[in-house]
């Protein structure tokens, strides 16, 4: 997913967070937001590591694998940038820019959702939590 990286790496550069990190904070938001044009790849992830079944439809299997997402991100103690100490308003600040950013990397163009600077600033403003 294009997306995850082209939005990690203006948060990696304004809050100091290793990719990998921000990446794992954002990728449940952003898997959710992709699913819609690629209900089946997602599904057949999903059913890879067994968050869903053969006998589910694409759509409870695409979902699945989002809530499994959310679930490990959860187990790992993946935390919020909330939970990390990134401040609340230096966060929603940076948004219009970082969210400009992630848009000029030229990562979200491969997304299977291409996404808005507004999408990706709902995106950011999502993963907060």
Request: proline share 8%; glycine share 6%.
């Amino acid at each position: 997913m294009a997306l995850v990286h082209g939005m990690s790496r203006p948060v990696g550069a304004h809050f100091h967070l290793a990719h990998g990190l921000s990446n794992a904070m954002l990728f449940p938001a952003v898997t959710a937001f992709s699913v819609p044009a690629a209900v089946s790849r997602y599904a057949d992830c999903a059913r890879a590591p067994g968050a869903a079944t053969a006998g589910d439809s694409a759509a409870l299997a695409a979902d699945s694998l989002v809530e499994a997402l959310r679930a490990l991100c959860k187990d790992l103690e993946v935390p919020t940038p909330r939970a990390h100490g990134i401040d609340k308003d230096e966060w929603f600040r940076l948004l219009p820019l970082t969210a400009e950013q992630a848009l000029a990397s030229g990562s979200p163009a491969d997304n299977p959702v291409v996404p808005t600077v507004d999408e990706i600033h709902d995106l950011y403003a999502q993963s907060y939590a």
